[in-house]
């Protein structure tokens, strides 16, 4: 990354608010929850999202994603279909990604910056969205991240 790049990431998330739901989801033995959620205070907004996965079953469990997106991100406006979802817009690497856990072991998994620009896009407007995270371990796993304001000049 050069130095304008890291610069940017650091003075991006400098002002920020961070929050976590606390709501896990459990599979065989497998529980995901959203660590953080990072809004950083620009505009327009953007936002991050942390996941951990972690083995609480006693034996070695392994995890595998279809492509390398691990963590991706919808964006609810107050309904329960989403409004917005980031698997429907990037491209990601078709390289399947398989996760190995030790008993108690745990692995962390991060969105990259999404920006309320890309999010509300040309039809959404300004508001107040629910966000989720989601993941794709054979089976649909989505996590409510919180509410973020979005809006774009």
């Known amino acids: ?25 459990r599979i065989d033995g497998i ?3 959203v660590t953080s959620f990072a809004i950083a205070d620009s505009f327009p907004v953007q ?17 595998t994603f279809p492509d390398g997106c691990v963590v991706l991100v919808r964006a609810y406006d107050g309904g329960t ?24 072991e ?7 910056l ?13 508001g107040e969205y629910r966000i989720t995270a989601y993941l794709r371990p054979g089976q649909m796993v989505e996590l409510d991240a919180g509410m973020a304001n979005l809006a774009v000049p």
């Not at 936002?47 to 995890?63: D, F, P």
């Open 1 to 25: 990354m050069t130095a304008f790049g890291v610069l940017l990431a650091i003075s991006t998330f400098a002002a920020c608010q961070e929050s976590v739901s606390g709501l896990d989801h």
């Open 31 to 33: 529980t995901y929850r």
């Open 47 to 63: 936002l991050r999202i942390s996941v951990e996965i972690e083995n609480e079953s006693t034996t070695s469990q392994s995890v």
């Open 81 to 104: 279909k989403p409004v917005w979802d980031m698997g429907l817009t990037v491209g990601c690497t078709q390289a399947l990604v398989q996760v190995f856990l030790a008993p108690r």
């Open 106 to 112: 745990s692995a962390e998994f991060h969105t990259g």
């Open 114 to 126: 999404v920006s309320a620009a890309t999010i509300l896009g040309d039809s959404l407007p300004n």
